[in-house]
Nanobody, 121 residues
Framework: QVVESGGGLAHAGGSLRLSCVASDLNLNYWVLGWFRQYPGKEKETVSCISANGDVIKYADAVQGRFTVTRDNAKNTMYLQMDNLNSEDTAVYYC????????????????WGLGTQVTVSA
């Protein structure tokens, strides 16, 4: 019900913009988050934005480089990723939950299938 797009290959120092669109879910009332997963690891939180956008959180590793926004009129969330480095290489997922940003990833309600981001040196 949520679909990510915008992943791909970028050079270190470059940028990518991810999008997350809901097809049959009104995202306006949902907390939205971006997560990433490395091979063999559990998903980790990258960023989270509340339903009205007044609460935004970032992981320390991306603070100052990534920016999360949402356009409720378009039922879409974005993740602008700048100054990418090799440690950003992962599969990125968007997700939605009705509780808040501090909810454990396992308790989020809706997940996309992910989009691969690869950063080359």
């Amino acid at each position: 019900q949520v679909v990510e797009s915008g992943g791909g290959l970028a050079h270190a120092g470059g940028s990518l913009r991810l999008s997350c669109v809901a097809s049959d879910l009104n995202l306006n009332y949902w907390v939205l988050g971006w997560f990433r997963q490395y091979p063999g690891k559990e998903k980790e939180t990258v960023s989270c934005i509340s339903a009205n956008g007044d609460v935004i959180k970032y992981a320390d590793a991306v603070q100052g480089r990534f920016t999360v926004t949402r356009d409720n009129a378009k039922n879409t969330m974005y993740l602008q990723m700048d100054n990418l480095n090799s440690e950003d290489t992962a599969v990125y997922y968007c997700a939605a939950n009705f509780r808040g940003c501090d909810v454990h990833p396992r308790l989020w309600d809706y997940w996309g299938l992910g989009t691969q981001v690869t950063v080359s040196a």
